[in-house]
T-cell receptor, first 117, second 111 residues
């Protein structure tokens, strides 16, 4: 089956530093990938849509200069949290869609737990 | 995107059948009902998707009445490992379609 990986799975950083999270579709290509953020006991919140070959589309309230997204290839999207602060601590999840004939399925990565001290 | 409404939480016991109902009164003609399962500190996992009537796979069944304003996810004979959050989404069948998650239903399976 289709697999989406994320790296790292867990990261702890100091306030003010930048952190890069990678999302890879391992056995299929994805021109579009999605980035979500999830706080404890809460649902997933869409942050942005990553588009291969063009700029990402950000949801309202998400700062594009703080959350840099680069869709470098058809199998890789990266999210960089710049100048991270403790309030950015969260669980970050990416997903990529794959067509399944008459329906489409979103495959999610395992998530990245970011802790900003 | 059609808004979905689910119970916040449900409790069950091992071996029981669990039915989780989702309301989607404003579902569009080209929307499919899709259910995801999420364990703590993991990404969501696709369970089942349907458009109308009944769909069954090795994990669950999905019942959708003719008016499509609601749907029911049925998990037969749950086990402790089925404890998770279950999300119902109504989305168009478009590969580029992002998913907007509602609150989900937190299912607790007890021994």
């Amino acid at each position: 089956g289709a697999v989406v990986s994320q790296h790292p799975s867990r990261v702890i950083c100091k306030s003010g530093t930048s952190v890069k999270i990678e999302c890879r579709s391992l056995d299929f290509q994805a021109t579009t990938m999605f980035w979500y953020r999830q706080f404890p006991k809460k649902s997933l919140m869409l942050m942005a849509t990553s588009n291969e070959g063009s700029k990402a589309t950000y949801e309202q309230g998400v700062e594009k200069d703080k959350f840099l997204i680069n869709h470098a290839s058809l199998t890789l999207s990266t999210l960089t949290v710049t100048s991270a602060h403790p309030e950015d601590s969260s669980f970050y999840i990416c997903s990529a869609p794959l067509g399944r004939g008459d329906y489409n399925e979103q495959f999610f990565g395992p998530g990245t737990r970011l802790t900003v001290l | 995107l059609a808004k979905t409404t689910q119970p916040i939480s449900m409790d069950s016991y091992e071996g029981q059948e669990v039915n989780i109902t989702c309301s989607h009164n404003n579902i569009a003609t080209n929307d499919y009902i899709t259910w995801y399962q999420q364990f703590p500190s993991q990404g969501p996992r696709f369970i089942i998707q349907g458009y109308k009537t009944k769909v069954t796979n090795e994990v669950a069944s999905l019942f959708i009445p003719a008016d499509r304003k609601s749907s029911t996810l049925s998990l037969p004979r749950v086990s402790l490992s089925d404890t998770a959050v279950y999300y119902c989404l109504a989305l168009s069948n478009n590969a580029g379609n992002m998913l907007t998650f509602g609150g989900g239903t937190r299912l607790m399976v007890k021994p």
